[in-house]
């Protein structure tokens, strides 16, 4: 038996009952230079750091993972559909043929297979993965839900994911930079023009404000009163139980416990939000 693609529910959400055809198909070795790259490949930039790391350890060990490919319309050309730094990695390796996965995909597929592999190798920044939903959603009609349902996230954390492309091109920057999170990101959105967005951009990077600063801050520019410091760090399980939360939910979850009981807080910031969280919450 060959091994699996390693893309998991992604490739049995796209085409259900193709994994175990995939097992029985066999791989073959493509030469690298017969191999060109997605034109849908959401990943803008590799990290230099971990490319290099990868093509030593594939000098070493060889591609260990099969890339998926599908043959071009062109001769014996084939177009890369996921696995682009298994494959720039293998060439700076001096690696002339690489393991692959024929199979037939269309542009949709070939966009949506991209997307869910490097989510799963969390390769994608948050700017990229916006790019290829707001793709999936504009390009070829599907809604959030459907988008979510491909890729192994909630319809809230794509909704999230994609009010990220809606700021200014400063805050763009800082986010691609590392300079902010996505957490301070999605803070600016609660405020209402690209301006005031700006201007609260340079008093967190100013200031060195965390993601609670920068949501009590846009609060603050809002009028809103902001909220009272916590009298203490939350336990080490209560925050556990936050992040869990939020993972789920794909916005932020306060937990406050009290000698008897105690509260769940969940935060949205927009009416579509809102709207998405009750799906979640209220579906049967």
């Known amino acids: 038996m060959t091994p699996k693609s390693g ?14 055809a995939l097992e029985h198909r066999g791989i073959l070795y493509i030469g690298v230079d017969d191999i060109d790259p997605n034109p849908r490949q959401p990943r803008q930039a590799i990290d230099p750091v971990e490319l290099e790391e990868l093509t030593a350890s594939i000098r070493e060990y060889g591609v260990l993972q099969p890339l998926i490919v599908t043959k071009s319309e062109a001769g ?8 682009e730094r298994r494959l720039q990695a293998a060439r700076l390796a001096g690696l002339s043929a690489v393991p692959v996965i024929v199979r037939d995909a269309s542009d949709q597929q070939r966009l949506e297979l991209a997307i869910i592999e490097n989510i799963q190798r969390a390769d994608l920044s948050p700017l990229e993965e916006a790019e290829g939903y ?7 009609g599907l809604s959030h839900e459907e988008i979510a349902h491909k890729v192994g996230r909630s319809r809230v954390s794509v909704t999230n994911t994609l009010r990220l ?37 340079r008093i967190i990077l100013a200031q060195e404000l965390n993601v609670r600063q920068t949501e009590d801050l846009t609060r603050k520019l809002m009028g809103e009163k902001g909220e009272k410091k916590a009298k203490k760090t939350p336990p080490p399980e209560v925050r556990a139980l936050e992040e869990r939360l939020q993972a789920t939910l794909g916005t932020k979850v306060t937990l406050r416990t009290g000698r008897k009981g105690g509260t769940i807080s969940i935060h949205y910031y927009s009416n579509e939000e809102l709207d998405a969280l009750l799906d979640r919450l209220l579906r049967e």
Request: net charge negative; glycine share 10%; hydrophobic share 45%.
């Open 76 to 83: 014996d050309r084939y177009t890369l559909i996921a696995g």
């Open 134 to 140: 707001r793709q999936l959603a504009e390009e070829f």
């Open 165 to 201: 492309l809606k700021l200014p091109a400063s805050v763009k920057t800082a986010l691609i930079e590392g300079r902010i999170s996505e957490g301070h990101a999605r803070a600016l959105l609660a405020l209402p023009t690209p301006e005031a967005q700006t201007a609260a951009l």
């Open 7 to 20: 893309l998991g529910r992604g490739l049995g959400a796209l085409l259900p009952g193709q994994e175990e």
